[in-house]
């Protein structure tokens, strides 16, 4: 958990220096952004829909942010998540902000799926979904909700993931339920995550 605190104090930093460079008015001043090279392919910092991106021979190659606006009525940009892609694809951890700038929800060391092939519920491809990691629910005051296995999509941002196997579940007062997402007689409503 500690090396999770790093990487998310780490992380913010990296936000606040993007956040910086992001405003219009001051961009030019601070970076230039958006850079293809004569093959036309990305590279450097790169800017879309509120993402700032590292690109390296026009492929994601490093951490990433994205930023979004708040519902609330204060309407307010925050860090709405932070993780690391190379070649496209997502490594390491992906965490995702409330408004209030706490942690939502946190992956941590995505890797290949090896372990549940075949896992799958609300997912009705015929290939297994193909990554793995640890997951993380909070609570908006920072208290954990929830942990347990997840199996994602090859875009997990846009598809998200399903839980798997043995989920815990803390309420307000800690008490632990846990929830087998592996047993058929399971109700799978629960098991989409994101």
Known sequence: MKKNLFVLVLLTCFANICVTAWRPEIKDNCMT?????????????????????????????????????SRSPDSIMYL????????????????????????????????????????????????????????????????????????LCEDILVDGGERVGIWKFYTPTKKIEEVDFSKEDNDCTHSRLF
């Open 33 to 69: 952004v958006n850079l293809t090279d004569s093959l036309g392919r990305r590279f450097g910092l790169c800017s879309d829909y509120g993402y700032l991106n590292f690109y390296k021979e026009g492929r994601q190659a490093g951490t990433w942010v994205l930023f979004e606006e």
């Open 80 to 151: 709405a998540m932070a993780g690391y892609s190379f070649d496209h694809k997502e490594k390491g951890s992906l965490i995702f902000f409330n408004p209030n700038g706490v942690v939502s929800c946190m992956l941590v060391n995505i890797t290949e799926n090896k372990d549940f092939i075949g896992s799958q519920k609300n997912f009705t491809s015929e290939t297994p979904l193909p990554y793995q990691s640890y997951g993380y629910e909070f609570y908006e005051d920072g208290r954990i909700k929830a942990e347990g296995w997840v199996i």
